[in-house]
């Protein structure tokens, strides 16, 4: 076992569900991101995902693309974020997950990147774009690592694709909640029960629910059922408002995630 599949026996025996907090690595600096995550952590965020930014991010909205942008401006590469993580696992032992699209880990070497995740601290990879039916490679390297594969279901899925996923993906499985891009939707209906139920029964993994979470009272719903409530574009949007005043950025990222993390860990009032 490693720390995400730790974390998630932990919530099992204390909480509704688990708390996952997605920015992007870089955004506006990595230094400010090292920050950032050990508020979140701070806030009561239990697992991290730390996107690495991409010139092409075909699955992220207008926020999450432009913070890619960003990042890219001020020089972050695997390189970067692989030492950042490093930083991190000298204040934290947060579950980091390394989130991102194939084509940077690829031109990095895949077998040499496992290596270097594991010996920088990380937990776990989400490849956006790399489906299971086309990450053996990878994932032996993963495996190897004792690194998580993690991959996305979308509402959908059919049972084949299920079935893939079951066979392949450890830690924990990445609903979609919509089809289309990532992206704060504040009047979305999540209405996933039936589908989440089915994942947990086939995979017989922790199902956390994303895109398009925005609020403590989103988080508080999805929680009912789910075992992760994962949130990204939102706190991204708090990180852009505030670039340049990093004590701000620190207060604002820690009230909302505090009002998340009471959600998801029912205690909110």
Same mark, same amino acid.
């Given at each position: 076992?490693?720390?995400?599949?730790?974390?998630?026996?932990?919530?099992?025996?204390?909480?509704?569900?688990?708390?996952?907090?997605?920015?992007?690595?870089?955004?506006?600096?990595?230094?400010?991101?090292?920050?950032?995550?050990?508020?979140?952590?701070?806030?009561?965020?239990?697992?991290?995902?730390?996107?690495?930014?991409?010139?092409?991010?075909?699955?992220?909205?207008?926020?999450?693309?432009?913070?890619?942008?960003?990042?890219?401006?001020?020089?972050?590469?695997?390189?970067?974020?692989?030492?950042?993580?490093?930083?991190?696992?000298?204040?934290?032992?947060?579950?980091?997950?390394?989130?991102?699209?194939?084509?940077?880990?690829?031109?990095?070497?895949?077998?040499?990147?496992?290596?270097?995740?594991?010996?920088?601290?990380?937990?776990?990879?989400?490849? !956006?774009?790399?489906?299971?039916?086309?990450?053996? @490679?990878?994932?032996?390297?993963? #495996?190897?690592?004792? &690194?998580?594969? /993690? *991959?996305?279901?979308?509402?959908?899925?059919?049972?084949?694709?299920?079935?893939?996923?079951?066979?392949?993906?450890?830690?924990?499985?990445?609903?979609?909640?919509?089809?289309?891009?990532?992206?704060?939707?504040?009047?979305?209906?999540?209405?996933?029960?039936?589908?989440?139920?089915?994942?947990?029964?086939?995979?017989?993994?922790?199902?956390?629910?994303?895109?398009?979470?925005?609020?403590?009272?989103?988080?508080?719903?999805?929680?009912?059922?789910?075992?992760?409530?994962? !949130?990204?574009?939102?706190?991204?949007?708090?990180? @852009?408002?505030?670039?340049?005043? #990093?004590?701000?950025? &620190?207060?604002? /990222? *820690?009230?909302?995630?505090?009002?998340?993390?009471?959600?998801?860990?029912?205690?909110?009032?």
């Amino acid at each position: 076992m490693n720390r995400i599949e730790n974390k998630f026996d932990e919530i099992k025996s204390k909480y509704n569900s688990a708390l996952v907090c997605y920015i992007t690595a870089g955004d506006p600096s990595l230094k400010v991101t090292r920050d950032v995550v050990l508020q979140l952590e701070k806030a009561g965020a239990d697992i991290i995902e730390l996107g690495i930014p991409f010139s092409d991010p075909m699955a992220d909205g207008p926020t999450i693309q432009l913070a890619s942008e960003r990042a890219l401006e001020a020089g972050t590469n695997i390189h970067g974020v692989l030492k950042l993580v490093k930083e991190i696992r000298e204040h934290s032992e947060i579950p980091v997950i390394l989130f991102g699209y194939y084509n940077p880990f690829f031109k990095y070497g895949l077998e040499r990147f496992a290596l270097d995740a594991r010996e920088a601290g990380a937990d776990g990879v989400l490849v !956006v774009d790399l489906p299971p039916d086309e990450a053996g @490679e990878f994932k032996v390297h993963l #495996d190897k690592q004792n &690194l998580n594969t /993690i *991959f996305l279901l979308a509402p959908n899925s059919t049972d084949d694709r299920i079935s893939l996923v079951a066979q392949n993906a450890n830690g924990f499985v990445y609903l979609v909640s919509v089809t289309g891009v990532t992206g704060a939707r504040p009047d979305q209906d999540y209405s996933l029960r039936e589908l989440t139920n089915k994942i947990k029964n086939g995979t017989g993994l922790p199902v956390g629910i994303g895109f398009g979470v925005s609020s403590a009272d989103q988080a508080k719903k999805i929680s009912a059922y789910s075992d992760a409530v994962i !949130v990204g574009s939102a706190l991204v949007r708090i990180i @852009e408002d505030n670039n340049g005043n #990093d004590q701000k950025l &620190l207060d604002e /990222i *820690f009230d909302f995630t505090k009002k998340l993390s009471d959600a998801c860990h029912g205690t909110a009032n």
